[in-house]
């Protein structure tokens, strides 16, 4: 059995409501916010490679890369952006 984070539990919850994104599945990881834990932070594939191809920087999602390089934002708005 797969193990699901609390986020994406909601997102799947929220989706009964409100329909997901055509550009969803671009969102490579999505996880709480550290800084606010209302909120949702997010990382996009073009991101990751950008990151990946100037910086060699592979992202993990450790605390700090989620600070430095994921954008924060509320659950509803990553559904319906």
Do not use: H, W
């Amino acid at each position: 059995m797969k193990k699901e984070n609390t986020i994406q539990k909601a997102i799947n919850y929220l989706t009964i409501y409100l329909d997901k994104n055509d550009n969803f599945n671009d969102f490579k990881y999505i996880s709480k916010c550290i800084n606010n834990p209302l909120q949702t932070a997010y990382i996009k594939q073009e991101k990751i490679n950008s990151l990946l191809e100037y910086t060699d920087t592979k992202i993990k999602g450790t605390t700090e890369q989620r600070k430095k390089y994921f954008t924060s934002t509320s659950i509803s708005i990553v559904l319906v952006m």
